[in-house]
């Protein structure tokens, strides 16, 4: 009977992955233990041969923020599905850090304290790394030095590492672009908080498709808000109550999209005929709400793909391009519009 290092494990009453990394020589097993393993497996006859004819896979891990974010587990897809394409195995790291919508000032601290418990933990192995954040911001400094690269996903450092995130502008010009396109004049835009990054790069390009197309940038149809539902439809509840109100709004993301969906319909108008509106993020309900919502679609699994590809190119000595990158959005039209 052929021997296994599950046999070997089972004899032990040890891990396969512990007794796998002894007898590879690799992983944090102590000599003591790494010796008592190798003497069982030579007591039960393992065929030392076939960890040479078994070829080893590079490791890469992939730090995520939280599990509970859509953004987080589809950006995480795109790394994992970039390595496995490319021979490499991807282990996801869960921080478990969840925090609430109006919480921008995340306590640095706290994410390095969790990074420094994970790494105490992580595969010996690993030759990279994607850290993947939440929402977009600085995370500079949350992960203390490692001696493998590390490559920031949906974020950026401002000590130039590099990153791949969002064009949050161009994401919201070709939004704003959409409304234009249906001779909306009066277009207004409810934004996040204005603490976070997208919604300053996202106002930037509301401000720069009016001023392309010869429109007035009229600073009472901005509105600085929250991603609430609710407290979005306030907001369009009061925006109605210009003279004249908005003929179309861009939303900055789609929860605020479904208020002032709400609002509008409150007030006896329709959509897209009275009121056109355009959403972004392209969450899976942007689809069977109705009317249906015209959104703007993140490229999160292509961060993935792409955050991989640049590790890798630094993991082979290879040069690459740009050490920031930004992807571009993209529309998806539905009945909103």
């Known amino acids: 009977m052929m021997i296994t290092i599950n046999d070997i494990a089972q004899a032990l009453n040890l891990s396969t992955a512990t007794v796998s990394n002894a007898l590879t020589g690799k992983g944090r097993v102590s000599e003591a233990n790494r010796q008592a393993i190798i003497d069982k497996a030579n007591e039960m006859g393992y065929d030392f041969g076939r960890l040479r004819l078994t070829p080893q896979r590079k490791t890469v891990a992939v730090f995520m923020e939280s599990l509970a974010i859509p953004f987080c587990c589809k950006i995480a897809e795109g790394v994992s599905r970039a390595a496995e ?22 306590p640095r601290e706290r994410v390095r304290r969790k990074m420094e418990e994970i790494l105490r933990h992580v595969d010996s192995g690993i030759i990279g790394a994607v850290y993947i954040s939440q929402y977009p911001r600085d ?30 502008q161009q994401g919201a010009y070709i939004a704003v672009q959409e409304l234009i396109s249906l001779r909306k004049k009066r277009i207004a835009m409810i ?3 204005i603490n976070s990054i997208p919604m300053t790069k996202r106002l930037s390009g509301y401000q720069r498709a009016l001023i392309d197309a010869g429109l007035p940038v009229d600073l009472r149809m901005v509105v600085t808000g929250d991603w609430d539902i609710e407290r979005s439809c306030e ?38 005929g009275d009121i056109a509106v355009v959403g972004f993020d392209n969450y899976d309900f942007a689809s069977f709400v109705s009317p249906s919502l ?21 993991v082979d000595r290879e040069e690459i391009e740009e050490r ?3 992807l571009d959005a993209r529309l998806i039209r539905r009945e909103s519009t």
């Open 139 to 168: 995370v500079t400094g949350v992960i203390p030095v490692v001696p493998f690269p590390v490559i920031y996903a949906y974020c950026y450092t401002n000590d130039g590492a590099p990153s791949v995130n969002t064009n949050d």
């Open 294 to 314: 015209t959104t703007i679609d993140q490229p999160l699994e292509k961060i993935g793909r792409v955050a991989f590809s640049r590790l890798k190119k630094i």
């Open 85 to 106: 394409y490319s021979g490499y195995r991807a282990v996801l790291y869960n921080l478990d850090l969840l925090y609430e919508n109006d919480d921008y000032n995340t």
């Open 235 to 272: 907001r369009m509840t009061k925006l109605l109550q210009l003279d004249p109100p908005p003929d179309g709004v861009f939303c900055q993301s789609d929860h605020i999209a479904l208020g002032v969906c709400k609002a509008i319909r409150q007030a006896g108008k329709s959509i897209p």
């Open 191 to 193: 934004s996040g908080p």
């Open 324 to 326: 920031s990158v930004l």
